[in-house]
T-cell receptor, first 110, second 111 residues
Framework: TQLLEQSPQFLSIQEGENLTVYCNSS?????LQWYRQEPGEGPVLLVT?????EVKKLKRLTFQFGDARKDSSLHITAAQPGDTGLYLC??????????FGSGTQLTVLP | DAGITQSPRHKVTETGTPVTLRCHQT?????MYWYRQDPGHGLRLIHY???????DKGEVSDGYSVSRSKTEDFLLTLESATSSQTSVYFC??????????FGPGTRLTVT
């Protein structure tokens, strides 16, 4: 069974601060996705990375896939209250199945 | 947003009763998934489908069954609901590698 460990589990920061969320595994994944989920809604796909060492930027969010395709990070620059939510990483495997991390609950205080 | 709906959105049922949750898509995607989300566990795969009448078990399939008689519909059935099945259930669809799109979820409470 492939496992993804996400850290930290909870993060509360002030508006304007930077933060990084980590997603680690001992398994190799064919792809890595990041989702954001708001209360009462389903997860929404933010980005997919498929190549080891790949870096993708989405406005103030920077996503990196580890060289060995076992880990990933999400860095947010100058966080805003609108960034508040549950961030989930998910590793792609066989039959287009995803293995999800347990999530990072981010709260950005104004 | 992907066209995915789930019904019902909320349900309260008693232990031992059968329950069916429906996922409907308008995207004609081949792959459909059922997950449950519980605090501290993230999303865990229950069952998935890779085509009409083609389904397979996920990580936490015990106590659940699924059916897919049409491309657009994927049903999740709890034959005899238990309190441990109280959860939020999400349906997802996919056509390409790793990109899954989620429905709004069904909150199920088993009393």
């Amino acid at each position: 069974t492939q496992l993804l460990e996400q850290s930290p589990q909870f993060l509360s920061i002030q508006e304007g601060e930077n933060l990084t969320v980590y997603c680690n595994s001992s398994s190799v994944f064919s792809s890595l996705q990041w989702y954001r989920q708001e209360p009462g809604e389903g997860p929404v796909l933010l980005v997919t990375v498929v190549t080891g060492g790949e870096v993708k930027k989405l406005k103030r969010l920077t996503f990196q896939f580890g060289d060995a395709r076992k880990d990933s990070s999400l860095h947010i620059t100058a966080a805003q209250p609108g960034d508040t939510g549950l961030y989930l990483c998910a590793g792609g495997g066989s039959a287009r199945q995803l293995t999800f991390g347990s999530g990072t609950q981010l709260t950005v205080l104004p | 947003d992907a066209g995915i709906t789930q019904s019902p959105r909320h349900k309260v049922t008693e232990t031992g009763t059968p329950v069916t949750l429906r996922c409907h898509q308008t995207e004609n995607h081949r792959y459909m998934y059922w997950y449950r989300q519980d605090p501290g566990h993230g999303l865990r795969l229950i069952h998935y489908s890779y085509g009409v009448k083609d389904t397979d078990k996920g990580e936490v399939s015990d106590g659940y069954s699924v059916s897919r008689s049409k491309t657009e519909d994927f049903l999740l059935t709890l034959e005899s609901a238990t309190s441990s099945q109280t959860s939020v259930y999400f349906c997802a669809i996919s056509e390409s590698e790793g990109k899954q799109y989620f429905g709004p979820g069904t909150r199920l409470t088993v009393t």
